[in-house]
């Protein structure tokens, strides 16, 4: 069974880093897309970062281009994404995510892929930048 597991949000003030680790299991790395969406109260869930694990392609939304990295660990099943910069606007839930299909939609698409392609979800972990 598909397993993920979000971990390292914390509170942070405006400026600083953070470092978010997606554990995944259960199935074949290189076969999914793995992605990071996010969660304000009264928000919808967006896109931020996916990543290709099997070739190294990643996408990020305009916010958050020259802040937020992506990046696997292939061996260790494990995607993270680095923010740095942070700003109050990041404050959310971060959800990794991932699914086999859209794999083969993510570069279809002129944007973000829907979170309604993404089967698999973790838990989430908060991140909480202040002011």
């Known amino acids: 069974d598909v397993q993920l597991q979000a971990s390292g949000g914390g509170l942070v003030q405006t400026g600083r880093s953070l470092r978010l680790s997606c554990a995944a299991s259960?199935?074949?790395?290189?076969?999914?897309?793995i992605a990071w969406f996010r969660q304000a109260p009264g928000k919808e869930r967006e896109g931020v970062s996916w990543i290709l694990p099997s070739d190294g392609g990643t996408y990020y939304r305009d916010s958050v281009k020259g802040r937020f990295t992506i990046s696997s660990d292939n061996a260790k099943n494990t995607v993270y994404l680095q923010m740095s910069d942070l700003k109050p606007e990041d404050t959310a839930v971060y959800y990794c995510a991932a699914d086999r299909d859209a794999r083969a939609l993510v570069r279809k698409v002129s944007g973000f892929l829907h979170r309604a392609y993404f089967a698999s979800w973790g838990q989430g972990t908060l991140v909480t930048v202040s002011s």
């Open positions: 259960g199935f074949t790395f290189d076969d999914y897309v």
